[in-house]
């Protein structure tokens, strides 16, 4: 098994591989330098990261450049199939379908990569930590997972609406006396949306990470680490973290749609963008009750969220590649 | 449309028996398979509520009167004949010979009281109840204020005989009679043997348990898969009775449903997504149906929040929506603009007094309330449940009234038992999208509920000229005293805008047309004894 | 082992209780009642209602009343055999729903859990044999046109929402192809779409996890070793590198079986198919306190067994791991 990124040659590597407890910090830095250029040599990965990057920043100003608007209706037109004028057609109240894609970008991109983000940090963290000390304190943080995983999610959710709704509105006139913000309201719904989708998808990531800290803490390397006095966090995420990165980064990877699409059943109890804005996932769901008459109301949704989702899983291939420090000592 | 059987196993199958089979296959039973869209809480006619529990139990029982398949006029059911005293507070009920139940033994008006009794039992809790409050005492017993139900004003003079005395004249008793599960009857010595009278939980509707008086039975009932009736051998007018059969089948998706329909496994859906429409009428224009629904889909306004405590406000916006577009491009069912209130020709009855004027006169009256151009007029916010046809609904108008009048209103969703409280207890809303659909049939239906103090009034307008004729309508000697009040109500609801009535609901389904004996109605209710399927 | 194991099944009780306070009482938080309707009923008839639900109970008194239904109170496991009847088994009572007025929650239960456990079932054996050999032949020749292909094919299960799967095959196979019905669950042939559209929606994520968890283990040093000693590769990708690689599988399988085995509220709605997952979403939307109650418990026991499943699994895939 010989990656392509594995014929780069390093000298520093050797000794990252084997984390010598000694190694000065400075080696961090040539460990992550050595993976950018391994991962800037994955074609595949830089394609991904590429339209990544082009598709936000599309998303983020094209509307404006090109006077895009997600709302501005035509219901004599009412939907249109794709034609010079709305390059990807209308939707059934003759809005520019294109429009109302990169407008729901912005929601979609941002709620998929800041709530996998969230749930990210707080996976692997807690998961880390029950993984690495285990015992009593493992028992007790998994039970709390258990928990909640069982509590009824529809519920806590609508909960979360109500009790914050005040709060938020506030919130809302209070970010709105700013300039930059005077046009985006609802900012404080979609911080709440993060909150919501934070505290759910985190749980599936903290079991898998504590599974792998669990079988890393047996390697030899990590009883050495112990063994010569190092801090625990120092070995916790310096050690075996990196170790465990690949299940990492692919659940992360599998997280991003699940949250996406989480996104439209959130905004049906009420969370979320307001209509007219619309999300991916929003635009999906509608789109795929009328795919039989109006195919492009799903096809071009679909498409765009299946473009993003295949560059950011090149992107995490790569990433895991770059980082998988053993595969490059080949 | 294509009917083809369920797999291509089968219609291999049917291709080699059809000339073997030609003869057997016009005796196939005749069973009518229906979309119902939700699974019923319940078919006891008196524990439940909804309309989809009404349409199976319209199968397995039936009340004094019953309806007319054409225009739902009431028509002889249990009761044979009947006569109303001159002062129209003594009702009585001749009950045909025949009446009985699917067991076998003779249905009696002591049935009749024994059932109402049960049905207005404050322990029982039925929902419905107060559809029988025009009796006298009905509504002191209901809500335990009297405990003697012989003081009530149901009584059985005899076996044949009953005689409902009621608090104050009610000329539409009889349409409620004739439409509503409330004043079925049940068989209460079989509901006694599976429990106490006033339990729910009894267990009595299931199938096997189930005694009725309509004109099927309960055959199985399989939880969210189906509900099967056959035919009442001890009905009393089972001659009349087509249909070996009715499979009812809880589709909750409505795209589920279509394709159920167009695989052949439903005769008649329940619902079309309004996408499909346009569909039908190209493709299967047979198969499409679209008939007027007594519902009105309209705003209502909380009259306490500013801008909206100015009636000029409200007429402004109900002025600048252009109906007729929504309805072609948006809603897409046929449904017919609504500039008034009540429903044009419920019962002989029809508002004129409408919603006039043009773009101008919107303009010129959000300016006279101090917002020229919608500058300087406070946020609005439109709550509607969530639902793709409201959201479109909703995007639609949002976009008439900014570019007709200048105002900005934002777009809410709430899901829908928190939007229902917000409506109901907290009334935390500017504008709120809503419907009616009226349980009966008579202009009453959409006028009672704006009166002050009514549990679905909701808007907290509240205008005592409004209330007085509401009051004189209840005591007037006769339908057209009645309908000349209704007039001016009607015309002080254009006036004041309370709610902006958008338009008249249709009912849109797709259905085989090998379904016969069935008629638009304006209820939807459509009497199964007449239907039969065309071979 | 057993001790471990006794040990989690004492630990399971405080879980439960926890998540049954917290169902309780959150619920009744929400806004709207199980009795809220379009049409408002007079305050007389809602009086009579609250009472016949004992819903003007003061609310710790309606906790400790429903508390004491659920304790078991009796011991008949043979009762189990006759329908999955819990209150004659154990003495265990979930209540009557608030909407379904007839039914109890037991029987609720009792009705729709085995036929999610069937169709999950079928669902769990589709994606795991999809998922496994997608992820290990995807793993064991990376980078190759093998790769791309199994790992676009996942990824392409994962772009698809089973909301949109479900609808285009009904489309494909019922109405174009006539193989099958459009919905029900009544022939084996019903069980055929829905079990692969909701397997396909599983294989996905397995085949990613078991793609990565592989590749991390296959560049371990015990592995080469193993080669090096001149073990057959086969032998090295079963004996060896499987127990390593299935650990994030092992790990997502745990929620995920208990999820899928307590039904879909996607797939059976789209296939009009008589399982408990309607039950879990449209319960909280009826505001059905006691069936949001009862479905939640059942959901707990399901996590915490298949959540414990996978910590044994764990050690025994991994025999350097101890139970502590």
């Known amino acids: ?330 | 449309m294509r009917f083809r059987p369920r797999s291509a196993l089968l219609s291999v199958l049917c291709l080699l028996l059809t000339g073997v089979t030609a003869a057997a296959a016009v005796a196939k039973p005749q069973i009518w398979r229906v979309g119902n869209g939700v699974e019923p809480e319940d078919l006891d006619p008196q524990a439940v509520s909804g309309v989809g529990e009404q349409k199976v139990i319209m199968g397995l029982f039936e009340g004094l009167l019953t309806e007319d398949p054409h225009d739902l006029h009431p028509v002889p059911g249990v009761a044979e004949a009947w006569e109303v005293s001159a002062d129209g507070l003594v009702y009585t009920f001749h009950l045909r010979a025949n009446a009985r139940w699917s067991d076998g033994t003779p249905l009696t008006a002591a049935d009749f009281v024994a059932s109402y009794q049960r049905m207005l039992t404050p322990k029982f809790a039925a929902e419905y109840s107060y559809l029988l409050w025009f009796v006298v005492g009905a509504e002191e017993f209901n809500a335990g204020r009297l405990t003697d139900f012989t003081q009530t004003g149901f009584k059985a003079v005899d076996a044949r005989t009953l005689q409902v005395t009621l608090n104050h004249p009610t000329p539409y008793l009889l349409k409620i009679i004739a439409s509503h599960i409330a004043w079925d009857v049940v068989p209460t010595r079989v509901i006694a043997k599976f429990g106490p009278l006033d339990r729910k939980q009894t267990g009595w509707t299931r199938a096997g348990n189930l005694v009725g008086n309509g004109p099927f039975v309960l055959k199985e009932w399989l939880p969210n898969q189906k509900i099967v009736l056959a035919r009442n051998p001890n009905y009393w007018d089972a001659a009349t009775v087509k249909l070996d059969g009715i499979e009812f089948y809880p589709t909750e998706d409505i795209a589920t449903e279509e394709r159920m329909f167009r695989t052949g496994q439903l005769d008649k859906t329940n619902e079309l997504p309004v996408a499909k429409i346009d569909t039908y009428r190209k493709d299967y224009p047979d198969a499409l149906h679209i008939e007027p629904w007594l519902g009105l889909y309209f705003y209502r306004c909380n009259v306490t929040r500013p801008p909206l405590t100015d009636k000029r406000v409200r007429q402004a916006l109900a002025l600048a929506i252009d109906r007729e577009s929504l309805i072609k491009n948006v809603v897409r069912g046929d449904e017919q603009p609504a500039y008034a209130v009540s429903y044009p020709g419920t019962a002989g009855y029809t508002p004129t007094a409408r919603l006039t004027g043009d773009l101008a006169k919107a303009r010129q009256l959000l300016a006279d309330a101090g917002y020229p151009g919608g500058r300087g007029c406070p946020a609005i916010e439109l709550l509607y449940n969530t639902s793709q046809n409201h959201r479109a609904v909703a995007e639609a108008i949002q976009a008439m009234w900014r570019k007709n009048l200048g105002v900005e209103v934002s777009l809410v969703n709430q899901e829908w038992r928190v939007y229902l409280d917000t409506q109901h207890k907290t009334h935390d809303f500017q504008l709120e999208r809503s419907g009616w659909i009226a349980d009966y049939l008579d202009p009453h239906v959409f006028l009672e509920i704006w009166t002050t103090g009514n549990g679905n009034n909701d808007t907290l307008w509240s205008n005592a000229a409004y209330d007085r004729l509401g009051q004189s309508a209840l005591a007037a000697k006769d339908d057209t005293e009645r309908y000349a009040l209704y007039q001016q109500m009607d015309a002080i609801l254009v006036d004041e805008c309370p709610v902006i009535p958008i338009y008249y609901y249709t009912r849109v389904y797709a259905m085989s047309p090998k379904v016969k004996g069935y008629w638009p109605t304006l209820l939807d209710n459509h009497p199964y004894k007449y239907i039969w399927l065309e071979n | 082992m057993l001790r471990f194991i006794a040990r989690r099944f004492l630990e399971a009780i405080p879980v439960i209780f926890v998540i049954i306070t917290m169902t309780f009482f959150m619920q009744r938080f929400v806004p709207g009642g199980p009795f809220t309707a379009e049409k408002s009923v007079p305050p007389e008839i809602q009086r009579n209602l609250d009472a016949y639900y004992h819903l003007n109970d003061p609310l710790w008194k309606q906790y400790t009343d429903y508390l004491w239904d659920l304790c078991p109170k009796a011991f008949h496991p043979g009762a189990l055999r006759h329908g999955f009847d819990l209150k004659a088994a154990f003495g265990i009572d979930l209540r009557p729903s608030f909407k379904y007025a007839n039914r109890t929650v037991n029987e609720i239960i009792a009705d729709k859990l085995p036929v999610s456990l069937e169709l999950g079932g079928l669902a769990l054996g589709v994606a795991l044999i999809l998922g496994l050999t997608a992820g290990i032949l995807a793993a064991i020749r990376k980078n190759s046109w093998l790769d791309y292909l199994c790992s676009s094919v996942s990824m392409t299960g994962l772009c698809v929402p089973t909301f949109v799967l479900g609808p285009l095959a009904v489309l494909a196979f019922a109405i174009h192809f006539h193989w099958f019905s459009a919905s029900g669950w009544y022939t084996w042939q019903d069980r055929v779409l829905p079990a692969l559209v909701l397997g396909i929606a599983y294989a996905a994520p397995i085949a990613r996890l078991t793609r990565g968890g592989m590749l991390e283990v296959l560049s371990q040093d015990y592995i080469r070793t193993a080669r090096a000693k001149g073990a057959s590769e086969t032998r090295v990708i079963l004996r060896h590198a499987l127990r390593g690689g299935l650990l994030p599988v092992v790990s997502f399988l745990g929620p995920a079986s208990a999820g899928v085995l307590t039904g879909s509220f996607v797939i059976e709605t789209i296939f009009q198919i008589p399982g408990l997952g309607r039950e879990f979403v449209n319960s909280a939307f009826n505001r059905d306190y006691m069936l949001v109650l009862g479905t939640v418990t059942l959901y707990a026991v399901f996590i915490i067994f298949f959540n414990l499943a996978v910590d044994v699994l764990q050690v025994w895939l991994n025999p350097k791991l101890q139970f502590e």
């Not at chain 1, 390093?10 to 050595?34: F, I, K, T, V, Y």
């Open chain 1, 1 to 330: 098994m010989s990656s392509r990124s594995g014929s780069t040659p390093s000298s520093s590597l050797n000794n990252s591989a084997a984390p010598s407890p000694a190694e000065p910090p400075e080696r961090g830095h040539s460990l992550w330098s050595d993976a950018w250029h391994r991962l800037r040599q994955n074609r595949l990965a830089v394609a991904g990261g590429c339209l990544v990057a082009a598709l936000a920043l599309a998303c983020a100003f094209a509307p404006g450049i090109f006077h895009l608007s997600y709302e501005e209706n035509n219901l004599d037109l009412g939907a249109a199939p794709p034609s010079a004028q709305h390059w990807l057609g209308t939707d059934t109240l003759g809005r520019d379908l294109l429009a109302r894609i990169l407008y729901g970008g912005r929601i979609s991109m941002m709620v998929g990569l800041v709530a996998t983000f969230v749930a990210l940090t707080i996976g692997v963290t807690y998961g880390a930590v029950a993984g690495y000390f285990g015992g009593k304190l493992d028992a007790l943080m998994m039970r709390i997972v258990d928990i909640i995983y069982s509590l009824p999610f529809t519920i806590f959710v609508i909960l979360l609406v109500v009790m914050l709704k005040d709060p938020m509105g506030k919130f809302d006139n209070w970010l709105a006396g700013y300039a930059f913000f005077a046009n985006s309201r609802g900012v404080g719904k979609v911080l709440l949306l993060f909150a919501a989708i934070g505290a759910v998808e985190w749980l599936t990531m903290a079991r898998i990470v504590r599974s792998q800290i669990m079988a890393i803490k047996k390697m030899e390397y990590i009883e050495a680490a112990r063994s010569l006095g190092l801090g625990r966090a120092r070995i916790i995420f310096r050690h075996m973290l990196p170790n465990a990165l690949g299940p990492i980064v692919v659940y992360a990877t599998l997280t991003i749609p699940s949250v996406m699409l989480l996104e439209s059943f959130l905004s049906f109890l009420g969370l979320g963008v307001d209509a007219p804005m619309s999300s991916w996932g929003t635009l999906i769901k509608d789109g795929s009750e009328k795919m039989e008459e109006f195919w492009w109301l799903l096809v071009f949704p679909g498409l765009t969220f299946s473009l993003t989702l295949f560059s950011l899983n090149f992107l995490g291939d790569g990433l895991r590649d770059a980082l998988d420090i053993r595969a490059a000592k080949d």
